[in-house]
C-alpha cells in the first residue's frame, strides 16, 4: 500500500527497489534480474522474518535467515514453508540492496519526519540515527547500539553530510506524499538505505517508530525535539482542539 502511494506519480519512484508480491513466478523472474532478493512478510516483523536469497552461479540458491545460511537446489520447498509462516498476508519479493558498510557490516539509517498538527503544518526531519547490522546478520534491526548518522557515513567512507541531507530531502517527499493521503498521519520512521554506489533508497517508512534508541544516542537533542513535537500535538488535543 505505502509503497504504491510513493510509487505513483512522483518522483520517488526511482527511490525504490523493485518490489512483486511473491508468487512462483516473481521469485524467479527478479532471482534473474537481480541475483540478489529479499523476501519480507508484508506486515512488518523486526526482522525476523525476513529472508535473503542469492542465485549462485549453478542454479543452487544460498538462503539466509537471521545468522543462518543453506543452499538450496530449487526454491519451490522454501515458498511453501514460507506459505506457512505468514498466511493471512503473504510475502513480497524485493531487489536486495547492496547497502554501504562499516567494518563489513551492513547499515541503514532511520529518518524520523514529524509534522504538527494542522493543515498548513510542513514535515521536519527531528532526528537520525545509522543502525549497524550485528556480526553475520543482513538485518540491521538486530543491533546493538544506534550511531549518529555522519559517523556512519564517515566510519563507511561513503559520503559526508550533503548525502544526510539528501537523505533528509528525499524522507521529506515521501512523508509529503504520504501525508497527503492520510492528513492525520503526523510522524514517520523512514527506514532509507545507502548503496555502495551513494544511492539512496527508501526501504518503508513505520507510522509508529520505536523511539528508544533516540535516547541511547549521547547527545539527546533529537529525542528531546521529537518528544516536543509529539507533545505539541497532545497539549491541543487537550486543548479541544480535535480532529472531528
Ligand atoms: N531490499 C533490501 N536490501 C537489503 N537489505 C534490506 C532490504 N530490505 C530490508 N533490508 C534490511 O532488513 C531490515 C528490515 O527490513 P524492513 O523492510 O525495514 O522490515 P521491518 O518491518 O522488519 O523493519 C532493513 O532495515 C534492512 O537492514
Ligand atoms: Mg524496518
Known amino acids: 500500500m505505502q509503497y504504491r502511494i510513493l ?27 537481480y541475483r540478489s532478493v529479499v523476501l519480507k512478510p508484508r506486515d512488518g516483523s523486526y526482522g525476523r522474518d525476513i529472508v535473503f536469497i542469492h542465485r549462485n552461479g549453478a542454479n543452487t540458491y544460498r538462503v539466509q535467515n537471521e545468522k543462518n545460511t543453506v543452499t538450496m537446489r530449487d526454491t519451490n520447498q522454501l515458498l511453501k514453508e514460507l506459505s506457512k509462516i505468514n498466511k493471512g498476508y503473504g510475502y513480497i519479493v524485493q531487489r536486495r540492496l547492496q547497502l554501504a558498510q562499516v567494518g563489513h557490516k551492513p547499515f541503514d539509517i532511520r529518518i524520523m519526519v514529524q509534522r504538527k498538527k494542522g493543515s498548513s503544518s510542513t514535515w521536519n526531519v527531528t532526528g537520525s540515527y545509522a543502525k549497524v547490522a550485528a556480526q553475520g546478520y543482513l538485518v540491521t534491526n538486530v543491533t546493538s547500539r544506534p550511531i549518529p548518522v555522519l559517523e556512519a557515513l564517515k566510519l563507511a567512507r561513503i559520503g559526508d553530510r550533503s548525502l544526510l541531507v539528501k537523505a533528509e530531502q528525499i524522507a521529506l517527499l515521501a512523508a509529503k506524499r504520504l501525508g497527503e493521503r492520510y492528513p492525520t498521519l503526523r510522524q514517520v520512521g523512514f527506514d532509507i538505505g545507502i548503496d555502495r554506489n551513494r544511492r539512496i533508497w527508501i526501504i518503508e517508512g513505520n507510522y509508529q517508530p520505536d523511539l528508544r534508541p533516540f535516547r541511547l544516542l549521547k547527545d539527546s537533542s533529537m529525542h528531546r525535539r521529537i518528544l516536543w513535537y509529539k507533545q505539541s500535538i497532545y497539549r491541543r488535543t487537550l486543548n479541544g482542539d480535535r480532529p472531528h
Open 7 to 33: 510509487r505513483n506519480g512522483s518522483s520517488l519512484a526511482g527511490r525504490l527497489p523493485d518490489t512483486r508480491l511473491l508468487k512462483k513466478n516473481a521469485l524467479s523472474n527478479m532471482l534473474l534480474q
